[in-house]
């Protein structure tokens, strides 16, 4: 046991004699959630009072609420008292001091999944200055943005620099009372990026790779808030294919988008957290809340994401048609192998005129994996001219893994037109032979065909992010043939 | 090239090779005719490798190696090409990227430098226009869509790319008009050469009118009667099967060679 933690086991069964302002200086708080707690996070922050009420009233109506048991996954109940809030992040001084010190079997992954090089380090927990200069490629980068106005940097960061615009925009699309795990994350979120394109401004790069770096420090109840103004355009990339490990099991994000007139958002996620064992043992749970809204006409969100991590995944990336003329889109690659359980889909809710959605969504069953689509499209009464597609496709490797479909369809409006077509399928022993008898191993075969079936999705991707994509559903395969 | 010896093969219990003898050496091509049921296509799927048949007997030698024992990507990587009777669709692989796959699988196993986006394309193009297909199907998924004919000289066109040391064609004329079988012919007698061998797999004599055989045999109930030469095909379209097998059912009624 760290030093770090003997002194916190000490501390609490002092019965917090040293007080608050002991515990503000320490990297890590004590177990358990409180109102206390919920003001720690803050002061720690250093957060305006406004953000503090915000927080303790999205904490209030969180005690008011049970956690949902809807969903079709299956996990022992999670002891909420029983989490750490808070940890500073962690130190570059403890981490290995080369790749030379890292796992072997990690560095294989990076190397099977294409990772470059100097990325490996970074992921790895490397020192980041014996390494690799980070501080010039960030300066580069932020150079670059904020020539043309953008704004982009931490959330934390962003409350103090740009307060207005948090304000503005801050829970407008997902609400603290929308759920149990968005309340939980309005009360406790550590932190995760904020974004504000100004109108007209097309974002000139992919916010990603200074991201990618950045990533193992947002914590497990990230908040990111993107807003586009009229007129701009920005492709946004979450996560990465390395696959993340976090001593925090649950992680309850919330993602919110707002599409001002003409704006369009393009938001890519690439997810490989830790499954958990070959017994689904200790795994992550991504409980994530994500909805975009278009809130002016001819308004545009896309959301494309590839899950092949995560013990439990249950999040549905949706988008608020507001906005005449507006468009939202959701593909998404979901695989769940071995012990693994999804559900996941997507709420298209039509409201302007002319709204139109399109839904592509790729599910991938192996091992003992559960997987399950769960789509509502929602067309209000206003919706006139509504139009949807969704297509549902489900590929079954093996004989012990499940698919299903939940799609709900509510239309109150005569005029909308909406689509629906689900398949599901195997790799068939004709295809498999076929596959080797021209020379391909039978897992080379399996990839192949599964990345035939996500070929529509993956598509969608900003190019990097795809070709990584690919080799990431390769990994995520193996053990699955024969 | 290839040995075959007392070959018999069962599948699901029920016996369907009942000792195969057979030799085939570098540069001849060999016709395998006989009825429907006889086994011909059991046996091109147990030389390619499919699962699903137990070998009860017999040993099959390739190159001096024991073929049965190697699996089908291996023996596949060591020049064994199966041109399938009912080939495969595959949604979202395209013609090409399998192509590209399989002979750099084959030319990494040869040891061989994998051909390059640039050069696999321009040779691949010029296949096409051999097969006389339209390049655009390059872009196509695997077979997705693909009439009877295209299928086949889709399988033709992918034996050309992969220079098979050993080429199986399983009813390669099943299904074909004039005009696609001429084009596959075209295609097979293409590959003709000192150090390949084929085994043509047809019920028909017709094929052979444009792929001229060195050697034909006759399978029926799982064993070879009869073997000559390509004489051999003429005289069963004259008689039917019913003349070497004996068997009133084989006997073909008005319309059934084509």
């Keep these: ?482 | 090239m290839l040995h075959i010896k007392d070959l018999t093969a069962e599948v699901d219990g029920k016996p369907i090779l009942k000792g195969i003898h057979l030799t085939v050496n570098a540069g001849e091509i060999h016709a395998v005719m006989g009825p429907n049921g006889s086994g011909k296509s059991t046996l091109a799927s147990i030389l390619a490798g499919r699962d699903g048949y137990e070998i009860t007997g017999g040993s099959v030698m390739y190159q001096g190696k024991d073929l049965l024992d190697m699996p089908a990507e291996d023996r596949a990587r060591d020049g064994v090409f199966l041109a399938f009777q009912y080939p495969v669709e595959i949604p979202g692989v395209s013609n090409i990227y399998l192509l590209k796959a399989a002979v750099n699988a084959r030319r990494r196993h040869q040891g061989l430098q994998e051909l390059d986006a640039m050069d696999f394309l321009s040779l691949v193009k010029e296949k096409v226009r051999f097969m006389e297909m339209d390049e655009k199907m390059l872009y196509r998924a695997v077979n997705e869509g693909f009439s009877g004919g295209e299928k086949k000289r889709n399988e033709i066109l992918q034996m050309i790319m992969l220079e098979p040391t050993l080429a199986l064609l399983d009813e390669t004329d099943s299904g074909l008009d004039i005009d696609a079988l001429k084009v596959v012919s075209k295609g097979v007698n293409s590959l003709r050469s000192p150090n390949r061998a084929m085994i043509l797999v047809t019920h028909y004599q017709r094929l052979l009118d444009y792929i001229t055989p060195d050697y034909v045999h006759v399978l029926s109930a799982g064993r070879i009667i009869k073997s000559g030469g390509p004489e051999l095909a003429l005289e069963l379209e004259r008689q039917g099967y019913a003349w070497l097998t004996g068997d009133q059912k084989d006997v073909p009624s008005k319309g059934a060679v084509q």
Aim: aromatic share 10%; with cysteine; net charge negative.
């Design chain 1, 1 to 482: 046991m760290s030093e770090a933690q003997s002194t916190i086991d000490e501390m609490i069964s002092k019965d917090y004699e040293h007080g608050f302002e002991t515990l503000l200086e320490m990297d890590v708080i004590p177990r358990g959630l409180s109102e206390d707690v919920v003001r720690l996070i803050s002061a720690k922050k250093n957060e305006p009072e406004w953000l503090l009420d915000w927080r303790l009233a999205a904490y209030r109506h969180w005690l008011t609420l049970t956690p949902p048991e809807w969903a079709n996954v299956h996990y022992p109940a999670i002891d909420y008292q029983d989490m750490i809030y808070y940890a500073a992040p962690k130190s570059q001084k403890d981490g290995p001091k080369s790749l030379d010190e890292v796992d072997p079997e990690l560095l294989k992954t990076y190397e099977k999944l294409g990772i470059p090089l100097h990325e490996r380090a970074i992921l790895a927990g490397v020192a980041v200055d014996a390494v690799f200069d980070s501080v010039s490629v960030a300066t580069t980068f932020k150079d670059k943005l904020s020539e043309v106005g953008i704004v982009f940097c931490s959330f934390s960061e962003a409350v103090h620099t740009h307060p207005e615009l948090i304000k503005q925009y801050l829970g407008s699309v997902v609400p603290v009372g929308d759920n149990f795990y968005a309340a939980l994350n309005s009360a406790v979120f550590s932190d995760g990026s904020f974004c504000y394109i100004p109108p007209g401004v097309r974002c000139p790069m992919e916010l990603s790779t200074y991201f990618r770096i950045n990533a193992k420090n947002t914590g497990q109840f990230e908040r990111t808030l993107i807003v586009a103004d009229e007129g701009a355009y920005v492709s946004y990339l979450e996560g990465c294919t390395a696959p993340m490990r976090d001593e925090n099991q649950l992680h309850a994000a919330v993602v919110e988008l707002v599409a001002m007139k003409k704006a369009q958002i393009k938001y890519s996620t690439v997810q490989n957290w830790y499954p958990g064992d070959k017994d689904g043992k200790g795994g992550i749970y991504n409980f994530v809340t994500k909805r975009g809204e278009c809130r002016g006409d001819h308004a545009k969100i896309s959301w494309t994401q590839v899950e092949t991590g995560s013990a439990i995944t249950w999040k549905y990336p949706s988008v608020v048609l507001k906005g005449d003329h507006s468009v939202g889109e959701f593909y998404s690659v979901a695989l769940t192998n071995h012990r693994q359980q999804a559900d996941t889909g997507t709420k298209m809710i039509h409201i302007g005129r002319n709204t139109k959605s399109t839904v592509v969504s790729k599910g991938i069953s192996a091992g003992f994996g559960q997987q399950a689509y769960r789509g509502l499209v929602r067309v209000a009464k206003s919706a006139v001219g509504a139009r949807n597609y969704t297509q549902c496709d489900s590929l079954l490797l093996g004989d012990q893994c499940q698919a299903h479909t939940f799609p709900y369809i509510e239309v109150k409006q005569s005029t909308a037109t909406v689509e629906h077509e689900a398949s599901t399928s195997r790799i068939s022993e004709d295809q498999m032979f076929f596959c080797r008898q021209r020379g391909l191993s039978p897992e080379d075969a399996v990839s192949m065909i599964v990345n035939g079936f996500c070929k529509e999705v993956f598509k969608e991707l900003p190019m990097e992010f795809a070709v990584e994509a690919q080799k990431l559903l390769g990994v995520s395969l193996e053990g699955s043939v024969g």
